[in-house]
């Protein structure tokens, strides 16, 4: 089915571990974000992609690791999770208008 | 960076109107609007272009103001429906694909 996908859909690790948040799209879009929501914060944008190996920080990108060797993939790693870290991600692309297409999110929470 | 958003919360009962207004320090290229339901990924609602064109979406419309930066989203007649959490993105003339959001504004219609 066409549509975007993040997986998992939720997670709890630990203090110092890294972990990889999955994010899938069907539809071919060129651009790519990855956003994360905290209450009081709305989506704070942590990394986007214009098109393949084309990455670019966001607002919060401090302990955030991208890449994007393939249109359809955006993973996002976290390379050493800390506390603060704990929110819901969300990944979303859009087409050349930019209108943006969320995935379900993921829910993370480090202990 | 983030545009901001007001009010931060709202209360109406259904039939009533209702206006969310979203304004940026940055010249602006484009103001996008999105709507979260709890628990659910945002959906998109509508884009405005750099022009000042008004666009509607039944009976929600918007509105952008390119000389203040600003963008408002009115909702008419107000439904159960229309409940949640609204957003307005921003593309800049500055950062280019960079679609950063608002706080947002929680609408909650009561019957």
């Known amino acids: 089915d066409a549509g975007i996908t993040q997986s998992p859909r939720y997670k709890i690790t630990e203090t110092g571990r890294q972990v990889t948040l999955m994010c899938h799209q069907t539809w071919s879009h060129s651009y790519m974000f990855w956003y994360r929501q905290d209450l009081g914060h709305g989506l704070r944008l942590i990394y986007y992609s214009a098109a393949a190996d084309i990455t670019d920080k966001g607002e919060v990108p401090d302990g955030y690791v991208v890449s994007r060797s393939k249109t359809e993939n955006f993973p996002l790693t976290l390379e050493s999770a800390t506390r603060s870290q704990t929110s819901v991600y969300f990944c979303?692309?859009?087409?050349?208008?930019?209108?943006?297409?969320f995935g379900q999110g993921t829910r993370l929470t480090v202990v | 960076q983030q545009p901001v958003q007001s009010p931060q919360a709202v209360i109406l009962r259904e039939g009533e109107d209702a206006v969310i207004n979203c304004s940026s320090s940055k010249a602006l290229y484009s103001v996008h609007w999105y709507r979260q339901k709890h628990g659910e990924a945002p959906v998109f609602l509508m884009i405005?272009?750099?022009?000042?064109e008004q666009k509607g979406h039944e009976k929600i419309s918007a509105s952008f103001n390119e000389k203040k930066q600003q963008s408002s989203l009115y909702l008419t007649a107000s439904q159960l429906s229309y409940s949640g959490t609204y957003f307005c993105?921003?593309?800049?003339?500055?950062?280019?694909?960079?679609?950063?959001f608002g706080a947002g504004t929680i609408l909650r219609v009561k019957s």
């Open positions: 405005l272009l750099k022009g000042g």
């Open positions: 979303a692309s859009s087409d050349s208008e930019i209108r943006a297409f």
């Open positions: 993105g921003t593309l800049t003339l500055e950062y280019g694909n960079k679609l950063v």
